[in-house]
């Protein structure tokens, strides 16, 4: 109820949501989440870490967590912390005096974190990722594998850019990019950035009084880029690169909403489905995106061929590939990389990617997944090609 007559009123009030009142009215309840926090809402708009902010977002997510969604936290604030212990009161901008307070402060967010999860029964996991991880499909798959891991056993992994080792060609640069590489690593269904401010506005509120918060984007357009351009808010980030994020992750299906931080009960409340900040919903289902990312870059002479009950398991089981069922390997192609399934009456019938090196995977062909381990003194798990990294043709 509460949502339809919130989209109702966004569509009265906006032109750009009276534009989109074709656009179905929110995605369903969001399994998967991310959250993203900046450090103008951990330090609540002063110099330092506001400890009782922290509380209250640890008690937000235990109670989402508790209602069966899965989070993943991006949090930036190490800079800050590090800040905070060092006692360094100007805003200098060499990089390398940030990666060391980042490195300072790193540990000692993370052990607030701890500390306070600790209190709900959270245990938490630093993850620490640039976009040199991201862009690597072997890393890429490596970072997907701990973060599902992660999840998979209750763990709340809490992501930030490795600033010690990020220097401009691998940076991402700014959480809220980051948090959108992370949704699509993630495949989750919903990125929610909390800010100092409410949303998107049609100019910055701070200089225009006539400025009005934007409910719903239909469309990330030049004109949306153009008004977060002109809005400049503190932080690394300001508007345009929760625009930038909010592009990518919309496109990697996932929905977006950017909301103040400070906002009681915000995540609860957003996760809901209330209209609460600035709305972008998802321009692709993220297993349509998954989908073009596996397609993008096939090795082309690779050739993995597989035996009948394999390929039937594949087609119509819904199945994973595994070892068991290979029984030829052609070409050469690295873990994380989209090979090419064949029957074996040559036919192309599905690509993934890769859990294994085409060296390591002639040795394991044809062997059960317990072998795996002994065979080639590690194991990337029980799969060649797992069922999620799969496209079938
Ligand atoms: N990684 C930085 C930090 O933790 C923040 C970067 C950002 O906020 O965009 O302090």
């Known amino acids: 109820m509460q949502r339809l007559s919130a989209h109702t009123r966004a569509c009265a009030l906006s032109p750009l949501a009276r534009a989109s009142c074709l656009i179905p009215e929110r995605m369903a309840y969001p399994n998967r989440i991310v959250v993203k926090v900046g450090t103008n809402v951990l330090t609540a708009g002063a110099d330092k870490v506001h400890r009782p902010t922290i509380v209250a ?32 009161p100007a805003r200098r901008r060499d990089i390398p005096l940030k990666q060391m307070l980042a490195a300072v402060g790193q540990s000692r967010l993370m ?20 976009r040199g991880d991201l862009a690597d499909r072997n890393r890429y798959l490596n970072a997907r594998n701990t973060l599902l891991a992660c999840l998979m056993h209750n763990v709340l992994p809490i992501v930030n850019e490795n600033d010690v080792v990020a220097v ?30 409410d949303g998107l506005y049609t100019a910055d509120p701070r200089r225009d009084p006539s400025a009005t918060r934007i409910d719903l984007v239909p469309e990330i357009t030049e004109h949306i880029y153009a008004i977060a351009g002109g809005s400049n808010i503190r932080g690394t980030g300001g508007m345009l690169t929760k ?10 299906g996932a929905e977006v909403v950017i909301a103040r931080g400070a906002e009681r009960d915000v995540i609860a409340r957003v996760v809901a ?13 993220n297993v349509e995106s998954r989908k073009r990312w596996i397609l993008a870059e096939t090795v082309r002479h690779s050739r993995v061929v597989v035996d009948e009950g394999a390929a039937r398991a594949l087609m119509t089981g819904g199945k994973s590939l595994l070892p068991a069922g290979v029984v030829a390997v052609e070409g050469d192609f690295a873990r994380g990389q989209t ?21 390591d995977l002639r ?5 059960q997944s317990s072998q795996i381990a002994e065979t080639l003194g590690f194991d990337y798990g029980p799969e060649a090609v797992h069922r999620d990294d799969m496209v079938l043709l």
Do not use: C
């Not at 235990?62 to 989070?71: F, L, M, Y």
């Not at 040795?363 to 062997?367: A, D, F």
């Open 57 to 88: 977002l640890a008690q937000q997510i235990a109670a989402v967590r508790s209602q069966g969604v899965e989070i993943v936290l991006v949090s930036s604030g190490a800079i800050a912390v590090g800040r905070e212990r060092l006692n360094f």
């Open 243 to 252: 625009i930038q994020a909010a592009d990518l992750a919309t496109r990697s």
């Open 273 to 285: 489905g209330e209209a609460i900040g600035t709305r972008f919903p998802a321009q692709a289902t």
């Open 111 to 130: 052990h607030l974190y701890e500390q306070i999860f600790e209190l709900y029964g959270i245990t938490v996991a630093q993850t620490l990722l640039t």
């Open 339 to 359: 090979v090419r399934i064949y029957a074996t009456d040559g036919r192309e019938i599905a690509r993934g990617i890769t859990q294994y090196a085409a060296v």
């Open 363 to 367: 040795r394991i062909r044809g062997l």
């Open 168 to 197: 401009s060609e691998i940076r991402v640069g700014d959480n809220d990019n980051l948090s959108a590489l992370v949704t699509n690593l993630v495949d989750a269904d919903l990125l929610l950035i909390l800010t100092d401010i």
